[in-house]
C-alpha cells in the first residue's frame, strides 16, 4: 500500500475510533466519570509502556528526564488532558455527548483564537469571519441551554490548549502519551485505592467483562493516538482537518439518534451556524494552502529557469 493511502486509512480508523468512543464508556457504567479516568490514565501508562518495550523506543524517555523544561511542559499538558479527558467521560455518562461534539466542531476556531492570543498570528480576512460566525453560534446555544455551554466549551479551551503545548514540545506520539500518563497516574492510583477502601471501586466487583473493558480503556486511548500519529506524517494537513470532522459528527449522530438526546429548532440552528464557520474555515485553509504549494511551485521553476546550462 503506498505511505499517502495507508496514511489516509490511519487517519480515517483514528477519527472513526475517536467518534464511537461514547459507545465504550456509556457500556462502563455503573462506573462514576472519575473513576472511569482514573482508569484510564492507569491503563494508558501499561499500554504504552508494553508499546515502547516492543518497539525499544525507551532512549528517548532517558534523555527526556534530563530536560526539566520539557518536563515542566508535559506536566502542564497533562494537567489539560485530563481536564479533557475527565470532562468528555462525565459528559458522557450524564447523556450530553451533543454537546460535547460541540466542543469537538468548534476547537478549531478555539485554536485560531489561541493563534492571535497566544502566537500573536495576524488571521487572514476569511478566519477572522469564521471566528465571528462561530461566536454568534455560541451565543445561539447559549440561548438555547440557558446558559453557556460549558462542556462544549471546555473540551474545546482544554484540546486547544493542550495541542498548541504539544506542538511546542515536538513530542513523537507514543512517549508523549507515557510521560503524561505517568504524571497523573500516581494521583490516580490514590484515588482508585481511596474508593476501594470505601467499598465504591467497580474493578472487578460487577462483572469480568466491566473489569477487562475498565483496562481496556488504556489501549483504547493509545491506539488511535498511534494511528493519527502515522497519519501525520503521510496526510496533507487540509486532508487531516478535513477528516477531523469526522469524530464530531460520529458523536452528533450517535447522541441524537442512539442516544436520543433533544435537538431542538434552536438548538440545530446553532449547530448549523457552526458548520457554516467551519466550511469558512476549511475553504479558506485550502485556498491558501494551495496559493503557497502554487508560489513554492513558481519559485523552483523560476530557480530552476535562472540556472546556467
Known sequence: MEPQRRGYLSALSANIMWGVFPLYF??????????VLAHRIVWSLVSVAVLLTVLAR???LKALFKDAKR????SVAAVFIAVNWGVYIFAVD?????EASLGYFINPLFVILLGVLVLRERLRRLQWVALGVGTIAV?????DYGRLPWIALTLAGSFGTYSLIKKRLGLPAGEGLFMESAVLTLPALGFLAWLTERGEGTFGTVSAWHTVMLAGSGL?????LLLFAEAANRVP???LG??????????LLLGVLAFHEPMPPVRLAGFVIVWCALAIFTWDAIRHSRHRRAEKAAAVEETATAQPV
Open 58 to 60: 525507551w532512549q528517548t
Open 71 to 74: 518536563l515542566a511542559g508535559i
Open 139 to 143: 451565543v445561539v446555544l447559549s440561548v
Open 26 to 35: 456509556r457500556a462502563l457504567r455503573p462506573a462514576g466519570a472519575v473513576e
Open 220 to 224: 483504547l486511548t493509545a491506539v488511535p
Open 94 to 98: 450524564t447523556d450530553r455527548v451533543v
Open 237 to 239: 494537513l487540509s486532508g
Open 242 to 251: 478535513i477528516l477531523q470532522y469526522l469524530t464530531p459528527t460520529l458523536q
